[in-house]
């Protein structure tokens, strides 16, 4: 049952390119951080340890990290049912 499930939400980035007036971010998309796919790797298999199997990719706009595809790959790989 989905709804049960333990969602892991990654946040692989702070950065984005549009400036919304009704981002729930708010002004946090001035930080501008970009999480490395070795930080989100080892978050992701710690995760895993703790029974999470469902994974949503967060952050203000997470497309912008150019490593996102590789992160799903990574996900599915390690065992996450579920990529949002």
């Excluded at 790797?41 to 912008?64: A, H, M, Y």
């Amino acid at each position: 049952m989905a709804v049960m499930e333990k969602r892991k939400h990654l946040r692989v980035t702070s950065m984005c390119n549009n400036i919304c007036k009704f981002c729930l971010a708010g002004d946090k998309w001035k930080e501008e951080f970009m999480r490395c796919l070795g930080d989100l790797k080892k978050e992701l298999l710690d995760s895993l340890k703790l029974g999470f199997r469902r994974l949503v990719l967060s952050g203000v706009e997470p497309t912008i990290n150019k490593e996102l595809p590789k992160i799903v790959k990574f996900a599915k790989n390690a065992g996450y049912t579920k990529v949002q």
